[in-house]
């Protein structure tokens, strides 16, 4: 089970425009964002991820570093970033099913296809996304069993501004 204050696990996943993104080797002003995916065949995804994109600027002027990652493996991953006009955004895949599960997150198997016409993969994780301090320390993780009610943007932006101007703590060291 992942703890605050406590180191998180590391996490490297190949990027769609190239190269890796290594949680160990970022070294983001105040914050790095890993935001967990179901999924090329997800439209609550590609409508989360598509604000997100429109808003990474507001991320990184706060000094936050993000990716988004699924365990799509390549093709998909692909398809996800030049389908769902994510060009600012990177897309990393080829989230193994275990790491998914080191962190937390929920594994779901396919339906088949879905509403747009994408079929499912056979194991897929489920959406999180977790704040990771620049000492490599979780500071925050949001865990979602579905598709649905994840962490609005805007709200998650009040909060950085509030970690940053009041150096407020992790919480839930006990």
Request: with cysteine; hydrophobic share 40%.
């Amino acid at each position: 089970m992942l703890k605050t204050r406590q180191p998180a696990p590391e996490m490297s996943f190949p990027l769609v425009d190239g190269g890796a993104w290594t949680l160990s080797e970022r070294q983001p002003e105040n914050l790095s964002m890993v935001v967990a995916y179901r999924g090329a065949h997800c439209p609550m995804c590609r409508n989360y991820l598509q604000e997100l994109n429109q808003r990474i600027g507001e991320f990184i002027e706060r000094g936050v570093d993000v990716v988004a990652v699924s365990s799509d493996g390549q093709e998909r991953a692909i398809a996800a970033k030049t389908d769902w006009a994510l060009g600012s955004l990177p897309i990393a895949y080829d989230l193994s099913i275990e790491k998914a599960r080191e962190l937390g997150l929920p594994i779901s198997t396919s339906r088949g296809t879905t509403s747009i016409g994408i079929e499912e993969p056979a194991l897929f994780n489920e959406p999180g996304l977790f704040l990771v301090k620049p000492d490599g320390t979780l500071y925050a993780a949001y865990i979602q069993t579905m598709p649905f009610a994840r962490p609005p943007l805007d709200q998650l932006l009040k909060a950085i501004d509030f970690i940053k101007e009041k150096g407020y703590p992790a919480r839930g060291e006990a």
